[in-house]
């Protein structure tokens, strides 16, 4: 099937940044939206951003201008730069891909999660 890896969380200081990166492997066939998620203790998941496989990015309005979505299709990745960050950024981030792999029809898929910590 489909797994997915996520790296690039850890502690940072207010106004400080981090890339988080999560790729995909497997029998995959096709990849369509890649996206990032995220959830602060007590809350729901939100989707903070996302890319269709043509490019189009969206982000939640809390985090337009200091995060970019990227992708590299090549890799089967895609990236969050997050910049200027700031203490309600702190929650686990989580990416979800939108999917087909070679056996089975489309589905959606979850990495297992990485920690972002922004101190004040």
């Known amino acids: 099937q489909v797994q997915l890896v996520e790296s690039g969380g850890g502690l940072v200081q207010a106004g400080g940044s981090l890339r988080l990166s999560c790729a995909a492997s497997?029998?995959?066939?096709?990849?369509?939206?890649m996206a990032w998620y995220r959830q602060a203790p007590g809350k729901q998941r939100e989707l903070v951003a996302a890319?269709?496989?043509?490019?189009?990015?969206n982000y939640a309005d809390s985090v337009k201008g200091r995060f970019t979505i990227s992708r590299d299709n090549a890799k089967n990745t895609v990236y969050l730069q997050m910049n200027s960050l700031k203490p309600e950024d702190t929650a686990v981030y989580y990416c979800?891909?939108?999917?087909?792999?070679?056996?089975?029809?489309?589905?959606?898929?979850w990495g297992q999660g990485t920690q972002v910590a922004v101190s004040s």
């Open positions: 497997g029998r995959l066939f096709s990849i369509n939206a």
């Open positions: 979800l891909v939108h999917a087909r792999p070679i056996a089975g029809g489309a589905s959606d898929y």
């Open positions: 890319m269709s496989s043509g490019g189009t990015a």
